[in-house]
């Protein structure tokens, strides 16, 4: 399994080679960590809320805001709507950077409430693009936030492209350090099937392996199932 190295930009199009091997690194991350049942949520509504709380933040931070949301009865965008501010940020205390995400979700819930009368349902039957766009254009979504809420929530075809992926395919020699959000996005959906199971595991696969073993400081390279091809890895090895 013999990844090119792109060090500057990816291919200009798209290759049977790189995508065997895309398929191979999901097939080796599956067998090592298993299914990862990812989004951990119980109503559309709390999966949303959570793609805008993890943002810059653990997952486990992220489940405490969300009890705390639950716990004050404001886990709805209707409630949020309504609810004091004050409240609310006391909520997303362990999130980091609370008065933002508080923004953040009040600018969701008014935006739900003037378009949709708080039927996230009909918001997420949009069709693909034109959800990401909406999406895209309310405060405090960005592309990695987006992407979460359109595969997670609406079940639809998009891969999210967080740091553990740079940080994972660089060191592969795969891709750039930084080839820019949408552009490896794109690389990700023209070399894999459109395929929304697919692309849920796998973005949660690399999000384990990242947290987990590849780590910015310290990784655990002896114990990844991708170090007989990962150049980094063979390095971090070889200098021990």
Known sequence: MNGKSHSNSFPASPDKRTREHMLQIYTRLFQHFGDRKWWPAKTREEIVIGAILVQNVSWANTV??????ENHGLLSFQAIESA???VLESC????RFYRVKAK????FSKHLKSNYRFDLDRMLALPTEELRAELLSIYGIGPETADDIVLYAAAKPTFVIDAYTRR???RLGMSPENPGYEVMRNWFLNH???DVVLFNQYHALLDALGNQLCRQTKPRCPNCPLLDSCRYGQQQVNSI
């Open 64 to 69: 405490k805001a969300i009890d705390a949301l």
């Open 84 to 86: 004091d501010l004050d």
């Open 92 to 95: 997303l205390i362990p999130t």
């Open 104 to 107: 953040k979700l009040k600018a």
């Open 168 to 170: 994972i395919f660089h």
């Open 192 to 194: 894999l099937p459109e």
